[in-house]
């Protein structure tokens, strides 16, 4: 989830210096701001040192990717480029992955330098020139190679297991492209927009002051449980004051994506959703599997952890405003103060579990391929983004000293090591990993990185920031299991009123939920949903969460009996990028790829363990 923007297989970007062989230090100062242009320290501090190290094949090093007709151009040449046998095929394939690559960087550059500085009106514009102006041109040009591909004779010819992920992938989407779906997806991401204005522009009057729903998000933690209650019925208030309308977009939302299903020839929109988003390594039947799993095997626990929290909190019942503040009413974590601590503390955790890990990430903090600290201007949240032709990640984050913080780096570290571990894979479609599989990779280290949080925390301030986490994940399957048992619902019961389908969402509440009393509350649970931004905007995606926390679940219960071996096979997946299907990927790190109950018992068993643990360590 922190991680949003390495889930696009293919980015696309732009460039406006004209750049003769920059190293990246200099394009992240050239990007769209004119050449060379070092206006504050920041950016002499990004990518120092590095040279790309794999030569260009096609796109001239000169090319001015900020042109939309120049980028244009680029592609129309490989159209046009005879391929005819495997061998040329092959070679064209690099290709259009070098072109990929090389666009993709661009976005990423901008997207950096945006980040890192919002308040800095060229940086954003730069960004926007891209997004607006080269993207879309991109994408009716990439649609075109991918019909080529398919169309070429020496497809057939081509090595079966190495290209069977990336055909697979290319001939889906043409399969179930069609024509008169696209302007019906403009409708769709025009009310993707109407969500998010509606969403963004709710405010509050709390605490003296005008806040937007995130900053309320603090309230909810605090010890004072009349400031919790206050609070929490304030965001509730002014969320279903828009009720109407969320179900009315959602309603015309329905409507769209039913007709897109049937324009490709499907039932259904969640037949056709698991398609598009190519799910062909787990369908309905898994899904449902992961549903009862999760109601079997984790809620329980859910339950009894929350029971756990009322009896520490000394309260006769829980309310939905008593979750998220600290059982006993201590002050945070205090895990560092300054962000060069936070740097070595996890240097040393990774030197820990694998030297070689200890060296990637030293690779990454000696080029400054980081930026960690939290300062006015910059974006709010944390991404690993990759830099399509040098290879190598870039992280950024906004760390002020918090628990949350220091699994933030770790999540973040994950997926540059993957994007570390595959950059010898030549192909740059198998650069990236479903998401599937990549928030193995981050939420892996997370859950890796326990074990010696002691870099950070006494024994008792370790289990309790490890009880704070684990707790996390147990609710987390939980939620999972709801929006997308919900989303299952939705889209098989044609013809639903708003009510049915708030009526739909308490049931499975009541499925996944835990104990805390809603009562005076039900207006609010009734649409609870609204809240669930994916719901709208993303249709069927957030199971993939699950899936890869079952794969982290399994890589540090692997971990605990043999940690060299877990590590190595760790990095071995990692290597293989996206070449592979899910289950070879998982099978690779020595994981099942499986979302039934035999798999989630043990692993829940294991979490249970140490949180029993834990909760001996804190002496409560
Ligand atoms: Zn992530």
Known sequence: MKSRRREFLFQTGAWTGAAITLSLAERLHAAGGGRHSRRNSMEGRIGKGLKEEFPRIFVPVDADLGDPAEVESLFKKLEQEPVRTAAEMESWLLKWGELQDVVSEEEAIRYIRMTCQTDDPQREKAFLHFVEKVSPRIKPCRHRLVEKTLACPGVADLQKERYLVLLRDLRNEVEIFRDENVPLETEEDKLSQRYQKLTGAMTVNFDGKERTLQEMAKYLELPDREVRRSAWETIGARRLRDRTQLDAIFDQMLALRGRMAKNAGFDNYRDYALRLRGRFDYGVPECEAFHRAVEEAVVPLYREL??????????????????????????????????????????????????????????????????????????????????????????????????????????????????????????????????????????????????????????????????????????????????????????????????????????????????????????????????????????????????????????WQRADRNQAEALAAYRQALALGGSRTLPELFSAAGLVFAFDRATVEPLVRHVKDVLDRDAATQGK
């Open 306 to 555: 929350q029971e756990r929290r009322r009896g520490r909190m000394q309260l006769d019942r829980l309310r939905p405003y008593d979750l998220r503040t600290d059982p006993f009413g201590r002050p945070p974590l205090k895990p560092f103060t300054k962000v060069e601590e936070l740097v070595d503390g996890c240097g040393r955790i990774f030197s820990k579990l694998d030297p070689v890990l200890g060296e990637r990430f030293r690779f990454l903090v000696d080029h400054d391929l980081m930026d960690l600290s939290s300062r006015k201007g910059k974006a709010p949240g944390a991404y690993s983004h990759s830099l399509g032709t040098f290879r190598l990640p870039f992280i950024f984050a906004n760390s002020v000293g918090l628990d949350y913080d220091v699994n933030t780096l770790l999540h973040e570290c994950g997926h540059s090591f993957h994007t570390m571990e595959c950059r010898r894979e030549p192909l740059s479609f198998y650069r990236h990993a479903p998401t599937e599989f990549a928030e193995v990779a981050s939420m892996g280290m997370e859950v890796l990185g326990f074990d010696y949080m002691d870099v950070f925390y006494g024994p008792e301030d370790l289990a309790r920031s490890r009880e704070q986490y684990l707790e996390g994940i147990v609710g987390l399957f939980c939620w999972i299991a709801t929006v997308d048992a919900f989303q299952h619902w939705i889209y098989t019961h044609p013809g639903q009123t708003p009510a049915e389908r708030s009526a739909a969402w308490v049931d499975l509440r009541r499925r996944f939920g835990g104990i805390e009393d809603w009562s005076g509350y039900e207006e609010n649970r009734r649409s609870e949903w609204h809240r669930q931004l994916h719901i709208f905007e993303a249709p069927f995606y957030y199971i993939e969460y699950g899936i890869a926390q079952l794969g982290a679940l399994q890589v």
